[in-house]
């Protein structure tokens, strides 16, 4: 650990045409990016002519296209052999022991159909009906024991046996399929009055408030009628928000959970909550599974406890996972994984990246503009991105996850998604870009996050190939969530980067959910239509200005979401994202690495392999239940 991560970072030899020199400033109170070695490089001439550099740009694309598809197989192979090793556990399996695990704040609220911000806790103390490993493309029943789906719109799930709440929910009573059905109820109160950050695109196609119904003929037996044909309704369930709760926990909460935090009927149950961090135990009315399925036990989990620190510093929590004092590190990219390659209490899991960043524009600041949105695109450079946030280990990215078949190619993606600062700044000034945002632009920077050198760099990248300076607003966890999804026409932001990987097992969730208006599209990104849930709570001039172009994001996606053929619906969702491309509202997809890589602690065994093991969702450690620790 000598040498630390911008040391490695500054001594990367990149052209300088594909990176942003480092001499112009983010924008008031940003810190610059470096230039980035120039070294030898002795091509870079500005004078050259537009032929040589229209060559030069073409094999550079070549290149990049090559080298996105031996990273893509590098990744494939190394994620094949990363799961035969993580799930090829050694005879001498051992039970019990503390799980130490870390995160940067407190939970902002302990309702799982309201909040999204941390899902260790739902994960450990909730039931499902289910989670879907993307790795095996296959969904695993963890109350259900089994389900069918006679036609598109009805499934049936059969519960398996045991099924108790914890002794401080509803008494520790058995959980029967009304308590499902009272559950998966919930979703459209709390979005309409607790403010749930859940996207409507998990539960719509469940929800009461559309036309869905539940049906429950016995205690064992739970039936959902959509509201419409969904394809991706079975992945969807394995969403944590999709957690079985005690009906008489919410009553007493007064309608809701936030306060809450016995309420389940999953392996473990709160110990404690302090300032300083959670504590889980194992509940002693779970029965464990009828036999071993997927990555759940036939007994109890094999880890008696977790211990959930809260610290606030980065490197505070990394010098804890160094020293062995934590379990799990997460996501880190190539020179962070360089950098603990010779600890001894780390290990690092390799696999396919199913990530997906996206810059989020604010739709009622945009929609009106669309050669303003064409001129953001074109100034940012979408390989320099590459070359300096992602250490040239990198693929551009699409508004399908790269890990789905359905997601447009590389050499596609580079035709559809250009970087041509002349025709940026043309564009700007023919759209009168200066009077219509005549103090530049405003995004915010997370103070919790590890790293914001991709929020720095797309900033410095618009200032210097389009001319308009970018103010970074500093927020901690909590502003950070209020800020985003500040209300239509109030957000003080006019960009936003994010990531979305906490669905990753559908298309239609894993990047979609920021592009479309029953998605994030509305609460994050502003693009509302008077057909929307919360359009009531607008005055229609608001909802005016994102209509059109909301209607048509959300026309295209509901019809690939009620396409069960798989062929049909390829064709659609590619037709989808080439939309997107080209009209630029609301969202840009942003390049993301082409190799996911994970760090978890020396003595954890069977882990879930790369990209599951950090979802929730697609049976992540969190709901790992023959995870275990060694010694």
Same mark, same amino acid.
């Given at each position: ?5 911008w ?8 052209s ?8 112009a ?7 610059a ?13 500005? @004078?050259?002519?537009?032929?040589? *550099? ?5 094999a550079?694309a ?6 996105a ?11 094949e ?13 051992? %039970? =019990?022991?503390t799980f ?19 899902? !260790? ?7 499902h ?7 095996e ?7 259900a ?14 519960l ?11 008494g ?6 009304e308590?499902?059905? &009272?559950?998966?109820?919930?979703f459209?109160?709390s ?32 039936? /959902? ?12 369930? =394995? ?13 007493? =909460? ?5 306060? *809450?935090?016995n ?18 135990v ?15 036990t ?5 880890i ?10 980065? @490197? ?9 004092d ?11 994984a360089d950098? &603990? ?9 390799e696999g396919v990246?199913?990530?997906h960043?996206?810059m ?35 693929? %551009? ?43 530049? &632009? ?7 996050g ?19 300076? !970018? %103010? ?6 909590a ?5 985003a ?17 906490s669905?990753?097992t ?27 849930v ?14 059109? /172009?909301? *209607? ?8 690939q979401?009620?396409?069960?053929d798989p062929?049909?619906?390829?064709e ?9 491309f080209?009209?630029f ?7 993301? =690495?082409?190799?996911?890589? &994970? ?33």
């Amino acid at each position: 650990m000598a040498e630390g991560y911008w040391g490695k970072y500054w001594r990367r030899r990149v052209s300088r045409r594909r990176v942003l020199a480092g001499s112009a400033a983010v924008g008031a109170g940003a810190a610059a990016l470096v230039a980035v070695g120039c070294g030898d490089d002795d091509d870079d001439d500005d @004078s050259a002519a537009p032929a040589a *550099t229209a060559a030069a740009t073409q094999a550079a694309a070549a290149e990049a296209t090559e080298a996105a598809e031996e990273a893509a197989a590098e990744a494939t192979e190394a994620a094949e052999e990363a799961a035969a090793e993580a799930t090829e556990a050694p005879s001498a399996v051992q %039970r =019990g022991g503390t799980f130490h695990h870390h995160k940067a704040s407190q939970n902002t609220t302990l309702d799982p159909s309201v909040t999204v911000t941390d899902d !260790t806790w739902a994960s450990l103390t909730y039931s499902h009906l289910l989670g879907f490993s993307l790795n095996e493309n296959s969904a695993w029943g963890d109350s259900a024991e089994s389900w069918e789906q006679p036609d598109a719109q009805t499934l049936v799930f059969s519960l398996q046996d045991g099924l108790r709440f914890n002794p401080d929910a509803a008494g520790g009573r058995e959980v029967t399929s009304e308590d499902f059905a &009272f559950s998966f109820s919930r979703f459209p109160t709390s979005l309409s009055e607790h403010g749930s950050e859940v996207n409507q695109i998990q539960w719509g196609w469940m929800g009461v408030d559309r036309g869905a119904s539940f049906e429950t003929p016995d205690a064992k037996t739970f039936t /959902i009628n959509l509201a419409f044909p969904w394809a991706s309704a079975v992945p969807s369930l =394995g969403s944590t928000a999709m957690a079985v709760v005690a009906p008489e926990a919410v009553e007493a =909460g007064g309608g809701h959970l936030k306060d *809450t935090p016995n309420a389940g009927a999953g392996a473990y149950m709160f110990e404690d909550i302090s300032e300083s961090g959670n504590t889980y135990v194992r509940n002693p009315n779970y029965a464990g599974h009828s036999s071993d399925r997927g990555r759940f036990t036939a007994d109890t989990p094999l880890i008696d406890r977790w211990e959930d620190a809260i610290i606030v510093d980065a @490197s505070a929590r990394e010098a804890r996972f160094i020293a062995g004092d934590s379990d799990i590190f997460g996501a880190i990219d190539k020179i962070q994984a360089d950098l &603990f390659a010779n600890e001894s209490n780390v290990q690092i899991l390799e696999g396919v990246n199913n990530d997906h960043a996206i810059m989020e524009l604010d739709g009622f600041k945009w929609a009106q503009h669309p050669l303003l949105r064409e001129a953001v695109s074109l100034s940012i450079d979408w390989d320099g991105y590459i070359d300096v946030v992602l250490d040239g280990e990198g693929i %551009r990215g699409a508004p399908v996850g790269p890990a789905f078949p359905q997601v447009l190619s590389q050499e596609e993606i580079r035709d559809l998604q250009q970087f041509d600062p002349a025709r940026a700044r043309q564009l700007w000034e023919q759209g009168g870009g200066d009077e219509v945002f005549p103090d530049g &632009f405003v995004t915010v920077i997370a103070t919790f996050g590890a790293s914001t050198r991709h929020i720095e760099f797309i900033a410095q990248s618009i200032e210097e190939n389009l001319g308009v300076p !970018t %103010r970074l607003e500093p927020a901690d966890l909590a502003n950070y969530v209020a800020l985003a999804v500040a209300p239509a026409g109030q957000k003080i932001w006019h960009y936003f980067i994010a990531g979305e990987n906490s669905l990753p097992t559908i298309p239609d969730y894993n990047a979609l959910t920021h592009y479309v208006p029953n998605g994030y599209g509305a609460i994050f990104g502003g693009v509302y239509t008077h057909e929307h849930v919360l359009s009531a709570n607008y005055p229609p001039e608001i909802i005016d200005v994102t209509h059109e /172009i909301g *209607t048509e994001l959300q026309s295209r996606y509901d019809l690939q979401g009620a396409t069960p053929d798989p062929e049909a619906r390829t064709e659609i969702l590619q037709e989808l994202q080439r939309y997107i491309f080209t009209n630029f509202c609301c969202v840009l997809p942003l390049p993301v =690495g082409s190799t996911k890589r &994970f760090a978890i602690g020396s003595r954890v065994r069977n882990a879930p392999p790369v990209p599951d093991i950090e979802n929730a969702a697609s049976m992540g450690y969190h709901r790992t239940q023959n995870l275990w620790l060694e010694g």
